[in-house]
């Protein structure tokens, strides 16, 4: 006989599923402005409770509190909000693309817009993203040309990879946007592997890793913390939590962690949690973060409370797993419009602006759309080549490729 | 010419590369201020400072990855997996990335990385410690893979691998770091000092990938070998006395097969052995070759010598290892045809 009984399995579950009521009351949302801004060269052990947090700067009334904000001049918040405008209606475009079979596939931004905008302005020209596949406003905002990006969706003649990618997998060394594996959290430790070269080498460069919530569950994300602890290599490890993976929720992969910026307080990495859909605190956040990286005080880790408004990809129904009506209930709004409004509430915008630049912005997305649709499209018009198939595998090609080449015809 | 150790000639490489070029670094487990378990970065950290070599954390894809990263900055990393049987948590990061990151940025990022490996068996290690798991290698396009079989060629080979543009798999067969090895276990070891091909030129000089090398010119029947295999060959051929051409294929991929025909095509006989499991090995992929170039010469079905298909063991290694006894079966069963 045995005094215990028998043991159960615990497996999380989300609050809330279809035809529920959307639930975020677990998300404490403390006020803008009520979180302090440390030193940068703070103890580790003095800043814990960043990670538990939510650092925010914009408020309910669209004005900017607090110690994180007063950083960005209004030309640059006029900047960052037509750069979100930019992303959310090539997200539109290109979706709409995907529905008419111009492509086959496409991932939107939809809410998450602020995250990858708003970090990419804490860069300097040489520094290095090892992004995920929702990270695009990384290219957009660095001037990235949308035709190139839509040439590379089409997989046409004038696709940069060549039609090797599926749609969005984008690769630009010169605007510091690694290739992206589609491989989950493998570039998270190679991000680490860069910025210790660019110890090495005692250059000034700066690595950004990205993952999302879900991936923090794989074994690289550990081998990147561990590493970047061990050698205090200069990277900003980011984690998107969008609170969904897929149809799991951000339950599954944290389990009994506090938040997943917490992950980093056992590798003595300075870990917070941002506001994702707030462009001030974002940015703000990012660039304590770098400037830590580029004072060789080590890694950072930063984690963005936001919400995957869209579905995961044009491969999945959200509805299926999730309450439709979610993303209304979503506490930190909307990136787009909590910028603009903060725009119009500090007297440098207005409602009518607002509707001529997204006139503006719709122009020049579509212009750039018509001119790489005259380079074809996935099932029609100009198409990379096959003999581009055997090319760069190696950097010279071994004579069993080119026997196969043969074969092939080309 | 000074004769050095498998080992020696590898340390050799690296100490060769890291002087010539800043940007190659070295690092794995215990690599650093130990020099490695098998010493093959002995002295390079007190040389060359420990930003250029170092320990790391016990990860191997967290070895694998980072180097990966340095390598797509513009370093060169060449990085010790401490035996090939520690490298599966690596392998996505070898076969998905380092292997592909050419070809999916259409030559924005190149991955020159060598990583290397400790590989077979022969020293009783058991299932973890004598794994022979090339033909996960040379299945994966993108990657090349070397045996080395000598000091000579190690060192030869591995500054090539170091110099080489494209992420380069260097297995080492750990059971030749200090003598040709040709299986029989139970006689005294030759040291690399009493062999002419532990005779080690000094300085920088390459032993170009893809090229194989006829080790024995004979006239009836063909080996192709690798690694240890290369001095079990011999001892069969001593020991049977078949007149057997022995080919050390010395990289698999891209692999040599030129040689491999010219060589069968003029013996019309083929076997082929290594220590690594039968099914799907590389000697099927030889095989293959083999009998799609060469069908016409061929006077008997080409044959392999292997390991079983069973986990490396560690108190039946000697059972399971294809032995000279076994190979010599072999070779005379196909001359008997």
Redesign the interface.
């Known amino acids: 006989m045995t005094d215990y009984g028998p043991l159960t399995l615990h497996v999380p579950e989300p609050a809330v599923r279809p035809g529920g009521t959307p639930d975020f009351s677990s998300v404490g949302v403390p006020r803008a402005g009520s979180v302090a801004r440390p030193e940068v060269n703070a103890d580790p052990e003095s800043i814990r409770d960043l990670a538990y947090s939510i650092i925010r700067v914009l408020n309910r009334d669209g004005k900017a509190i607090g110690p994180w904000g007063g950083l960005l001049s209004d030309e640059e918040l006029l900047e960052g909000l037509r750069h979100m405008m930019i992303l959310r209606t090539f997200d539109a475009r290109m979706l709409m693309a995907q529905r008419q079979g111009k492509t086959s596939f496409y991932m939107q931004h939809m809410g998450e817009e602020a995250v990858s905008c708003a970090f990419r302005k804490a860069l300097l020209p040489g520094d290095m993203n090892f992004p995920t596949y929702r990270q695009a406003g990384l290219l957009i905002a660095a001037g990235h040309s949308l035709g190139h990006m839509m040439c590379q969706i089409y997989s046409n003649e004038r696709d940069p990879l060549k039609g090797r990618q599926m749609p969005v997998l984008y690769s630009s060394k010169e605007d510091g946007f690694f290739s992206l594996s589609g491989n989950l959290a493998t570039q998270y430790i190679q991000a680490v592997g860069w910025a210790m070269a660019s110890a090495i080498k005692h250059d000034t460069k700066i690595a950004a890793a990205w993952i999302g919530d879900g991936a923090t569950a794989e074994s690289d994300f550990h081998a990147a913390l561990v590493f970047a602890s061990t050698y205090r290599a200069p990277v900003v490890l980011n984690i998107v939590n969008n609170q969904w993976a897929i149809s799991t929720f951000q339950g599954i992969a944290r389990g009994g962690s506090g938040t997943f910026a917490a992950r980093g307080l056992g590798f003595g990495i300075p870990a917070l949690r941002v506001d994702g859909n707030d462009y001030l605190a974002v940015h703000a956040v990012a660039k304590w973060a770098a400037e830590r990286a580029r004072r060789n005080l080590g890694p950072t880790l930063i984690e963005y409370v936001t919400y995957r408004v869209g579905a995961h990809s044009t491969s999945d129904d959200p509805s299926a797993y999730r309450p439709k009506t979610e993303s209304d209930a979503w506490p930190l709004g909307d990136p787009v419009i909590r910028l603009k409004n903060h725009l119009i509430t500090i007297g440098a915008w207005s409602d009518e602006r607002h509707k001529q630049a997204e006139a503006e912005v719709l122009d020049t997305v579509i212009t750039a759309q018509k001119e790489a649709e005259s380079h074809g499209t996935l099932h029609s018009g100009g198409k990379p080549s096959v003999r581009d198939m055997f090319e760069d595998v190696y950097a010279e090609m071994p004579p069993h490729l080119r026997w196969q080449r043969q074969q092939a015809g080309v | 010419m000074p004769r050095k150790t498998m080992i020696e000639a590898i340390r050799d490489a690296m100490d060769v590369m890291m002087d010539r070029d800043?940007n190659v670094?070295v690092f794995g487990e215990d690599v650093g201020f130990f020099g490695g378990v098998f010493r093959g970065t002995q002295g390079l950290q007190a040389k060359y400072g420990k930003?250029?070599c170092f320990d790391?954390?016990i990860?191997e894809?967290?070895i694998v990855?980072?180097?990966?990263?340095?390598a797509?900055?513009?370093?060169r990393p060449c990085v010790e997996i401490q035996f090939a049987d520690y490298m599966y948590?690596a392998y996505?990061?070898i076969v998905?990335?380092a292997a592909r990151?050419?070809?999916?940025?259409?030559?924005?990022?190149?991955c020159p990385l060598v990583v290397r490996m400790p590989t077979g068996g022969g020293i009783s290690g058991g299932q973890t410690h004598s794994q022979s798991p090339e033909a996960l290698f040379t299945h994966v396009?993108?990657l090349?893979t070397v045996v080395p079989s000598n000091p000579s060629d190690a060192k030869g080979l591995l500054i090539a691998a170091i110099e080489d543009?494209?992420p380069v798999i260097f297995l080492e067969p750990k059971r030749l770091y200090n003598g040709p090895f040709d299986g029989h276990h139970d006689r005294p070891i030759t040291p690399w000092s009493k062999h002419e091909l532990g005779e080690v030129p000094d300085g920088h000089y390459a032993v170009p990938l893809?090229k194989a090398i006829v080790r024995r010119q004979g006239a009836a029947l063909t080996v192709l070998a690798y690694g240890t295999m290369v001095y079990v060959g011999m001892a069969a051929v001593t020991e049977t006395g078949v007149d057997a051409e022995i080919i050390d294929l010395r990289t698999l991929?891209?692999?040599d097969?030129e040689t491999i025909e010219a060589s069968v095509r003029k013996t019309g006989r083929c076997v082929i052995i290594h220590e690594a499991t039968r099914t799907s090995g590389f000697g099927a992929e030889l095989s293959a070759l083999v009998q799609e170039t060469c069908f016409y010469h061929l006077e008997t079905p080409v044959r392999r010598v292997t390991g079983w298909d069973t986990p490396y063991p560690y108190a039946q290694e000697w059972d399971y290892f294809p032995g000279p006894a076994r190979v010599g079966r072999t070779l005379l069963e196909t001359m008997e045809q």
Not at chain 2, 72 to 75: D, E, F, I, M, T
Not at chain 2, 101 to 110: A, N, T
């Open positions: 800043d670094v930003s250029r790391t954390p990860n894809s967290g990855g980072a180097a990966v990263g340095m797509a900055y513009g370093l948590p996505d990061q998905s990335e990151l050419r070809y999916r940025s259409s030559g924005q990022f190149s396009s993108g090349k543009p494209d893809g991929l891209p692999l097969l």
